[in-house]
């Protein structure tokens, strides 16, 4: 069965904390993604990979940078947390067109 | 003017309707288009691809119209099960980088 996994489910940092979130998958798959969603602005594309220590800037990348050393893991960094990145957090993985979502990460920057 | 819209709703229908939702995208040059599902609290899920000829899987059957620029998706015989965000994504050529819809909230109540 596929699996993508997120190192937390619930976060609670402070303004300017650096805050690392990370996410595995057990699929082999080349492509990894980076999404954060918010009420009534859907999901929006933070960065990618389609390969190891490759990345690509998606739509919203400004405030954060990723790392992919291993196929498996694909990490999302937030240099310096601020409030307006209290978000959910959805790390995916793919080949192709078809994502498989992790369960996600819900952060709260104070 | 958003990429891929749709009417939030949400849409609330009886056990047994029969629910429509349609979608616009903007990009002409997008190619491959999908309905993902998102449950309450939960991470995305792929539903369906959406073919040009149009394409049923059980209940459900989605079509596109290229020439609209607009994608649909049909729910016959609604069931409880069925409540949850109904999510239109759409590809563009030569990337796997997908866009995604807002979401359309169905309720199906008893």
């Known amino acids: 069965d596929v699996k993508v996994t997120q190192s937390s489910r619930y976060l609670v940092k402070r303004t300017g904390e650096k805050v690392f979130l990370e996410c595995v998958q057990d699929?082999?798959?080349?492509?990894m993604f980076w999404y954060r969603q918010d009420p009534g602005l859907g999901l929006r594309l933070i960065y990618f990979?389609?390969?190891?220590?490759?990345?690509e800037k998606g739509d919203i990348p400004e405030g954060y940078s990723v790392s992919r050393e291993k196929k498996e893991r694909f990490s999302l960094i937030l240099e310096s947390a601020s409030t307006n990145q209290t978000s959910m957090y959805l790390c995916?993985?793919?080949?192709?067109?078809?994502?498989?979502f992790g369960p996600g990460t819900r952060l709260t920057v104070t | 003017r958003k990429e891929v819209e749709q009417d939030p709703g949400p849409f609330n229908v009886p056990e047994g309707a029969t629910v429509a939702f349609n979608c616009t995208y903007s990009n002409s040059a997008s190619q491959s288009f999908f309905w993902y599902r998102q449950d309450c609290r939960k991470e995305p899920k792929l539903l369906m691809s959406v073919y040009s000829s149009g394409n049923e899987d059980g209940r459900f059957t989605a079509q596109l119209n290229r020439a609209s620029q607009y994608i649909s998706l049909l729910i016959r015989d609604s069931k409880l099960s069925d409540s949850a965000t109904y999510l239109c994504v759409v590809n563009t050529r030569n990337t796997d980088k997908l866009i995604f819809g807002t979401g359309t909230r169905l309720q199906v109540f008893p």
């Open positions: 995916a993985s793919g080949q192709g067109y078809e994502q498989y």
């Open positions: 699929m082999d798959h080349e492509n």
């Open positions: 990979s389609y390969d190891v220590k490759m990345k």
